[in-house]
């Protein structure tokens, strides 16, 4: 039994947790919606400098430096390809 509980703890541990959600290279803090908010506020208001992005909220502004530094990459997914929702 005690093998078991070896093996069990070992296959928990060798288990890769989930790769974190990025934007632009940018971790995001859940759902990277706020990363996808900057993006389309730079692009609606034709943003063209960093020094512009300049919120309260870090992932709108990497979102916002993000289509400064890519403005063809479209704010409707993560870096993986995966969905963003609104």
């Given amino acids: ?26 971790d995001c803090t859940e759902d990277c919606s706020g990363h996808k908010a900057g993006y389309n506020w730079a692009e609606q208001n034709q943003i063209s400098s960093e020094s512009d992005c300049s919120s309260n909220s870090q992932s709108f502004n ?8 890519d403005p ?13 929702e609104d």
């Fill in 72 to 84: 063809s990459r479209g704010s409707g997914e993560d870096d993986e390809g995966e969905e963003i």
């Fill in 1 to 26: 039994m005690a093998h078991l509980s070896a093996v069990a703890l070992t296959l928990a541990l060798a288990t890769p947790c989930l790769a974190q959600q990025t934007f632009g290279g940018n």
């Fill in 62 to 69: 990497e979102g916002c430096q993000t289509f400064v530094e």
